[in-house]
């Protein structure tokens, strides 16, 4: 999947802000960077905003779920707004009882186990965006030039809640079902692929300006059943999104052994976690994929001497590639002092 890259500003034209410009496989004058998880609990005014009010609820509010995507703007500098949302907003859209328990996370009613459960799930249509996109609208209309990125979940992703019921350390019965049951699986995985796509295409026809595919849970698969059992439906995900010309970002965890696999289904850029150095994630991208990462959330804690150094590393290696957009190797932690976040973005910006 590939874009053509934004012709650089001239006479009478508006300067492409450095996200875009990353994403689109150039180096902009400053390097640019984001956080995922940079609207959530580390911020104090994101805990007095949704004092009393569930995840699920915050994220239907456009009100409310705009002034969350826009706190960590605001107060960090940061080159990208990323929508607030939760991957398992567009089942509730759908209809499916779904809630996130505080602790464990997201948690369905029904798990889906049989032919019958599939058969019954799938019969859903994707649900009213409406609210989806009047936050995005309230976003853009207060973001100027800043980028949003728009969210969703990868269908591997959904299926293993969907299949597990609730969070799950190796995903064991939804990788039974995809192998017990494979027209099953890929029924599943082609309704979820068209909720994720629905959604994605949703927040871009509203404005935002680049997605971000998160597939959380495709590390538990070997290469053959991403390949074969995932792949194909990322790619059907993110095509709504990719077909209206917006850059696609596509990342999991532990996927290493996946990087080309991802970039080759569904992406324009590759996210990569914290396990694997940046230049040699471009070596297994062939040197051609712009990359974005990788700043180990656990050194957010660290003493700044430690971090600095890290951050300085992870800019280092991530000039191998067509272009870098800095960002955790994962969320950022919700004991992370807001100021340690400004701090990084003030850094990689001298850089």
């Given at each position: ?210 997605v971000q595919l998160f597939d959380s849970w495709a590390g538990a ?83 700044w001497p430690v971090l600095e150094a890290h951050v300085r590393e ?38």
């Amino acid at each position: 999947m590939t874009h053509s890259p934004t012709a650089a500003p001239g006479a009478g034209q508006i300067a492409v802000p450095p996200l875009i410009e990353a994403f689109s496989g150039r180096r902009p004058s400053a390097i640019p960077v984001w956080f995922m998880r940079q609207a959530g609990r580390s911020l104090p005014e994101y805990r007095a905003a949704r004092a009393g009010v569930g995840m699920l609820e915050a994220c239907l509010r456009p009100d409310l779920a705009a002034e969350l995507t826009l706190q960590p703007v605001r107060r960090h500098g940061v080159d990208a707004a990323i929508f607030f949302s939760d991957i398992v907003v567009p089942l509730r859209l759908a209809g499916v009882d779904v809630d996130i328990v505080a602790g464990v996370g997201p948690v369905l009613a029904e798990p889906v186990r049989s032919a019958a459960d599939v058969d019954r799930l799938t019969a859903r249509p994707p649900g009213d965006h409406a609210a989806i996109a009047e936050a995005v609208r309230l976003v853009v209309a207060e973001l100027g030039t800043t980028p949003l990125i728009g969210f969703a979940g990868a269908p591997f992703t959904l299926a293993a809640y969907l299949v597990e019921g609730r969070p799950s350390r190796d995903h064991l019965a939804a990788r039974t079902l995809m192998h017990a049951d494979p027209q099953r699986w890929a029924q599943l995985l082609t309704w979820a692929a068209d909720l994720s796509g629905a959604f994605l295409r949703a927040q871009v026809q509203a404005g935002a300006r680049a997605v971000q595919l998160f597939d959380s849970w495709a590390g538990a698969l070997s290469l053959a059943d991403y390949t074969r059992h995932a792949a194909p439906f990322s790619a059907r995900a993110v095509a709504p999104a990719a077909a209206l010309g917006v850059p696609v970002v596509h990342f999991g965890t532990g996927t290493g052994e996946l990087l080309a696999a991802m970039r080759d289904a569904a992406a324009d850029v590759v996210g990569v976690d914290y396990r694997l150095p940046l230049d040699v994630a471009n070596e297994r991208l062939g040197g051609r994929t712009p990359v974005q990462g990788n700043v180990d959330p656990a050194l957010l804690a660290a003493p700044w001497p430690v971090l600095e150094a890290h951050v300085r590393e992870v800019i280092d290696r991530g000039r191998s590639a067509p272009a870098h957009v800095v960002n955790l190797g994962h969320g950022v932690p919700p004991t992370t002092d807001p100021g340690v976040l400004t701090r990084v973005v003030e850094l990689v910006h001298a850089q």
